[in-house]
């Protein structure tokens, strides 16, 4: 080839690689000024296109918190009759106290309670309770339950509504200050009971419980009689009535030291109770 002639190809190869070069930044300079977004450049041939992945379906559902869904508690029903036993697993029994506290007596039920590693509950009035804040503190510590037994202990067949409502709100509120929480449990003060106080008591948010063994210990019987009642009583899901205020309770308290080892050695569980649709 003669030189003339390569130099006129190399300079054609050179003056169409500008004016490719031009084009290009020319569409560069359109493309910046359009509404339209440029479009990807096609892929080279051969080469397999890119699809865009697919978007997870978690990347489609709306964000609206982390963790379980938050469900509203259980209602409280509406009982005709209160609990008189508590259905649980083997021979378990459960141990109440009513009337309390009292600091001449239920220290005494605290300590033995305490040294069996046993919880009971305790059905507090609130005229009692609001005296002695510290002993439903301490029941709170060492695993007890607290329930509601009205401000004052009235019979409340003869109350109004109104007056019901105010003897268990007035409790629950003292009752929450000083144990630490709302009471889930109610007794009405004699067992008597009436369609309001089953109202009212699930309202607030209890469940009504009265007993299957009664002590009698308020008659005074003797220690070694309430000893018996509680034995001779025993069984799976019982519930044992008995006082640590409202008198001379020495008796319960003597007896409580009589029965509750026994219990245990013939293989009950002592323990508080739980709801039953819980």
């Known amino acids: 080839m003669k030189k003339d002639q390569f130099l006129t190809r190399r300079r054609a190869l050179l003056t169409g690689a500008a004016?490719?070069?031009a084009a290009g930044t020319a569409g560069l300079f359109a493309l910046e000024g359009a509404d339209e977004p440029p479009r990807p450049a096609a892929p080279a041939a051969g080469a397999p296109a890119q699809l865009p992945e697919k978007p997870s379906a978690y990347r489609l559902q709306p964000l609206t918190g982390y963790?379980?869904?938050h469900t509203a508690p259980p209602r409280t029903p509406v009982r005709r009759e209160p609990l008189l036993k508590i259905s649980a697993r083997g021979r378990t029994m459960f141990l109440t106290f009513d009337d309390g506290p009292d600091p001449r007596?239920?220290?005494g039920i605290l300590d033995t309670l305490r040294e069996h590693d046993v919880r009971a509950t305790f059905f507090v009035c609130g005229e009692q309770a609001d005296w002695n804040r510290d002993?439903?503190?301490?029941?709170?510590d060492e695993g007890h339950v607290v329930g509601n037994h009205t401000w004052s202990h009235p019979l409340l067949t003869q109350?109004?509504?109104?007056e019901i409502r105010s003897e268990m709100e007035r409790t629950s509120d003292v009752i929450e200050v000083a144990y630490g929480e709302?009471?889930?449990w109610f007794r009405a003060p004699y067992g008597a009971w009436n369609r309001a106080a089953f109202q009212l008591g699930a309202e607030l948010g209890m469940e009504p419980l009265a007993w299957t063994v009664d002590t009698e210990d308020w008659t005074i019987p003797g220690t070694g009689a309430i000893v018996r009642a509680v034995e001779e009583g025993a069984g799976p899901g019982v519930v044992v009535l008995s006082h640590d205020a409202g008198g001379d309770r020495s008796e319960s308290v003597g007896a409580l030291r009589r029965y509750l080892?026994?219990?245990l050695d013939s293989g009950y569980h002592l323990t508080v109770p739980?709801?039953?649709y819980a």
């Open 67 to 69: 963790g379980p869904p």
């Open 105 to 107: 007596y239920t220290p």
């Open 159 to 162: 109350l109004g509504r109104g």
């Open 261 to 263: 080892p026994h219990l």
């Open 182 to 184: 709302r009471p889930r």
């Open 19 to 21: 004016a490719l070069g």
């Open 135 to 140: 002993l439903l503190a301490r029941m709170a």
């Open 274 to 276: 739980s709801r039953p």
